[in-house]
């Protein structure tokens, strides 16, 4: 089976610095696998590297059957990244936001709209521009917008963050449905109790190279 991320000896460069320092990687379709690791390890990067927003160094960079040392462009419709940054305008409003990235993925309004139910967005806070959100609000919106896409590949950066115990709960299901339907996903996370239950692996990142590989639990297996 070819991988869906395939990286071999990945390094990149943040300024002079190698957030990646020669990763060797492959996770394959319908896989959701944990990045585990201390702040400044590498994850950020290698997530933005697989959305194609970061070029490599040296090394080889293949995602969704792409090689990113020639075309990085050729994967961001593809793939969907959820970072720190909630990337919605924030003085749009809540739909506003959701018609623009339902049409920049050739989705639809209903799409859109689709994807705030799905994520439990209030119809109150349909017409409201997203700076007046708090952040749980914001981080939902920001969910659905990556949602409504229907990526490939998933890519999330901290997915619980701003979130309350029922949001924590949504987006665990919302990962475990991409990857029942075929999608991947690739998620950065702290929260290890809860992150290792929903994850099928995980690999440890320190320093910008991989340190081993863990694999699931039986209880995660079962559930999977």
């Known amino acids: 089976m070819s991988a869906i991320v395939h990286l071999r000896s990945a390094v990149a460069l943040i300024g002079r610095f190698p957030a990646l320092a020669g990763v060797n990687l492959d996770v394959h379709a319908g896989e959701i696998l944990l990045l585990r690791g201390p702040n400044g390890a590498g994850k950020t990067t290698l997530l933005g590297v697989c959305a194609g927003l970061i070029g490599l160094s040296t090394g080889e960079a293949v995602v969704l059957g792409e090689d990113l040392t020639r075309n990085r462009r050729a994967v961001r419709r593809r793939v969907g990244l959820l970072g720190h940054d909630s990337f919605l305008y924030q003085d749009l409003s809540v739909v506003e936001n ?7 993925a050739a989705a639809t309004v209903a799409d859109g709209r689709a994807a705030l139910d799905r994520l439990g967005v209030a119809s109150r806070l349909f017409e409201l521009p997203v700076h007046s959100l708090s952040a749980g609000q914001r981080r ?17 950066d ?8 029922a949001g924590r709960d949504l987006v665990d299901g919302l990962m475990s449905e991409a990857a029942t339907s075929g999608a991947t996903v690739l998620f950065a996370s702290h929260e290890l109790d809860r992150a290792e239950h929903v994850a099928h692996r995980s690999v440890t ?3 910008g ?3 081993d590989e863990t694999p699931p639990s039986t209880e995660t297996r079962a559930d999977s």
């Open 209 to 211: 190279v991989i340190l």
């Open 98 to 104: 959701l018609d623009f990235w339902s049409r920049a």
């Open 140 to 156: 939902r919106v920001s969910f659905a917008a990556m949602i409504c896409r229907r990526p490939e590949l998933w890519l999330l």
């Open 158 to 165: 901290e997915p619980h963050a701003g979130l309350d115990s």
């Open 205 to 207: 990142i320190s320093g």
